[in-house]
């Protein structure tokens, strides 16, 4: 079992709709970041957080360090935000601060 | 501009054939690393450095070398290519453990 996990894998919604994706971990960490990767294959960094909320245009990220879980949130989702959304740990363990990743989520917007 | 630059972005070998990846942040990061994707596997990590002179090995070392003369460049070299070396290669840099972190446009690495 991985060390982080997301779900759904994939996912597709008509624009306009609220998108949830869920990042999950099995071990304590110290950070998380939301990664984007658009078709292209250029990856962006949306967020990284270690506590509470933060917020981004449409785009909001949770986290809870106690639940082992964070999520993403995309508001009033457009076509534009098809990508494929990654989140990627600091695990407290891990020698040199080496990110852990999750497989990945790919959202599909649809008109 | 400011940001990791990361060359080429497509590159075909043939098998034994060696080549290097260049790395360049202009940011002052302290902290590097190479990873590669590949369908259904996520992003693994090759190796990192934490600052010049100071690298170590990922999840999947075998068949890459790094060196990190300075801060700015962080070049990955294939010292023998093989196909199971075809991936698309990321280049990522970040100031500290708790700062985001900035990614090249990544290469695009056939090999046959």
């Known amino acids: 079992k991985n060390e982080v996990e997301q779900s759904p894998q994939n996912l597709t919604a008509q624009e306009g709709e609220f998108i949830t994706i869920n990042c999950s971990y099995s071990?304590?960490?110290?950070?998380l970041h939301w990664l984007q990767q658009h078709p292209g294959g250029g990856i962006v960094s949306l967020f990284m957080?270690?506590?509470g909320k933060k917020k981004h245009g449409r785009l909001i990220a949770t986290i809870n360090i106690q639940e082992k879980h964070s999520s993403l949130h995309i508001t009033a989702s457009h076509p534009r935000d098809s990508a494929v959304y990654i989140c990627?740990?600091?695990?407290?363990?891990?020698?040199?601060?080496?990110?852990?990743f999750g497989g990945g989520t790919r959202v599909l917007v649809k008109p | 501009n400011a940001g990791v630059t990361q060359t080429p972005k497509f590159q075909v070998l043939k098998t034994g054939q060696s080549m290097t990846l260049q790395c360049a942040q202009d940011?002052?990061?302290?902290?590097m690393s190479w990873y590669r994707q590949d369908p259904g596997m996520g992003l693994r990590l090759i190796h990192y450095?934490?600052?010049?002179?100071?690298?170590d090995q990922g999840e999947v070392p075998n068949g890459y070398n790094v060196s990190r003369s300075t801060t700015e460049d962080f070049p990955l070299r294939l010292l023998s290519a093989a196909p199971s070396q075809t991936s698309v290669y990321f280049c990522?840099?970040?100031?500290?453990?708790?700062?985001?972190?900035?990614f090249g446009q990544g290469t695009r690495l056939t090999v046959v």
């Open positions: 990522a840099s970040r100031r500290q453990t708790y700062t985001v972190a900035f």
């Open positions: 071990v304590g960490i110290s950070a």
């Open positions: 957080l270690s506590s």
């Open positions: 990627a740990a600091l695990l407290i363990k891990a020698a040199g601060n080496k990110l852990t």
């Open positions: 940011m002052n990061h302290e902290y």
């Open positions: 450095s934490v600052g010049a002179g100071i690298t």
